[in-house]
């Protein structure tokens, strides 16, 4: 029988036939589209025919598009439905794929090809396109060790591989943990909890097999519970077990990974002739250099820091008011900030959320990209990796366009945080493929017959991840490699962040924030009051990032450290950090820095395309329209439609004109006042 995962897919836009795919077809798929992949590089190297862009570059693009295919179906089940069949198959594949990778960078008759390409560059008569694609081939060989001889280059391939292996495991100790904590609720620990958070924690202990309510430690239910549950004790536990992620002891324990990957990371980096892993790593981000960096996260971070210490003496003022001695703690800040919301701005979280339904803000975010790019979503029925997955044909003009596909719920088999990943990136190098496109979100699932019920900062994350989606699915582009968001990893959140100021529009939300039992809309009052709070809040926010940002950088930027917890602790000490605030993501399930290179170095991103989001987002203000047409056709033909076929700085320019400051920035998260 024909392996599904191989075979062409006849299903409606090409998508993956769950129905018909086991666990048992994902290692022979693999191990096929690698033996193949391995004889299409093989032979572009040992052709004798002079090299072309065509018959080297476009065909080493070619030569993966069956494993893209295989991996893109894998990975994206694998990280929204994992079992223990799927682990294994992660810890298996990651060695192999990097030993892959290793292969076609050691090749030298394929990099000697690629090297006469680039010499010869200036007669190629290529497009502006071929020429991106070849400087990114090239670089990419380059900053992979390509030029690399014996020892070291071998010595190289053994640290990818191990650096593939720990990635792995940090990941799936770090879902081993989020998946085992929970914590039973008797009807007398449920005190303060409103009834949205009682529903969610019985729908947790149904999933769980619970006898009734538990608190878990998916971010959709502990904050909640964080910021209403008036039993410090047990907010104390659950806070200390939900920081505590990755640093249990035992064989989930992430904190010798981290240390292991930090050594290794600066290795790499030197073998390749860099100082330290961040210069190597922002070498080719916008940022360019540590300093720049860290220049950014410390003009945010004094006055984001002055803000919360501001904020905490408040706090702490409401703690002792309640009879409570001693200093505010980390698990007081969200119960009294909620109680301050409240009072300050007459806002009721219990009292908003029904007007924040899932399925209407999913509405109002098609709505939106409708008004700006002509996007039109219809419904698809057929089979998908999981019950609680909904499927859309996303057309423009009767055109298909791409097709996307929403995971909104937490579930014990899915990784905590939320992502956008495309299963098939758009390219025109075999046809005109269009993108099948995923975003995935942990949002409390509720009970059997009952709406689901978003928090104001669960509705800016479905946005964020579906501006991430409109960036793939907007992409126009010749090649793969250049498809989407393959762009700069500090550009890559400008387009999801931009898109997340348009949740604030006060139309969008007086057209879909209705009430969930009544279907009425939110009232004007609330409504603005929910966006006058919007930079409620914001120091805590802010000083929990850049925190982890600085905390990042510097186990990069300098020697390895030979305990990261120790060099963490020092930082925040340097830092002056706030005892009631601590970092949003500690060491050990720091997922971001160690589950794979993507954001070492580099979570610094998110605050870097702020910059960038706040700026942009001002030209439709400056315009008198937030659906200003020519500006949002402007927006898709310089940065969402141009993946990575253009340095991330000219595509910037290319839309506003100039690169931006970071006033914007601190002005729209309320700090430009703070220090």
Known sequence: MTNP????????????PFDQISDDDYAPAVDAALENA???????????????FDNTILAMELAELELNKVLGTFYGVAGADSNPKREDLQREFGPKLSAFGSEIIENKALFARVESLWQQRDDLDLTEEQQRVLMLTRRGFVRQGAQLEGAEAKRLRDVKSRLTVLGTEFTQNLLADERDWMMPLAQDDMAGLPDFVVATARAAGEEKGADG??????????????????????????YEAWTARGANGGKTDNRAIAAETLKLREERAQL?????????????????????VRDLLMQVWEPAKAAANADADCLAAMLNADGFDGPLEPWDWRYYSE??????????????KPYLQLDRMIEASFACATRLFGLQFQPLDGPTYHPDVRQWDVTRDGEHVAVFIGDYFARGSKRSGAWCMAMRAQHRMAGDVRPLVVNVCNFAKPEDGQPALLSYDDARTLFHEFGHALHQMLSDVTYDSISGTSVARDFVELPSQLYEHWLEVPEVLAEFATHADTGEPMPKVMLQRMLDAATYDMGFQTVEYVASA????????????????????EVLEDLGMPHAIRMRHATPHFAHVFAGDGYSSGYYSYMWSEVMDADAFAAFEEAGDPFDPALAKKLE???LSSGGSVDAAELYKNFRGRLPGVDALLKG???DQAA
């Open 637 to 639: 033909d310089t940065v």
């Open 339 to 352: 109680k301050r919301r409240q009072a300050e701005h007459d806002l009721d979280e219990a009292a908003l």
């Open 38 to 52: 391995r004889a299409a590089f093989a032979a572009i190297a040992q052709s004798t025919e002079d090299p072309t």
């Open 272 to 292: 390749l002739g860099y100082d330290t892993f961040a210069d190597y790593k922002l070498e080719t981000e916008m940022a360019g250099t540590p300093k720049a």
């Open 550 to 569: 600085l905390v990042d950088l510097a186990f990069h930027d300098g020697p390895a450290p030979q305990d990261p917890m120790q060099k963490q602790a």
């Open 213 to 238: 309510p538990v608190v878990t430690l998916s971010r959709s239910l502990i904050v909640p519970f964080l910021q209403f549950s008036s039993r410090r004790d047990l907010r104390q536990k659950a």
């Open 669 to 671: 998260r309320g700090l």
């Open 5 to 16: 995962l191989l075979s062409d897919w006849t299903t409606p836009f090409g998508l993956p």
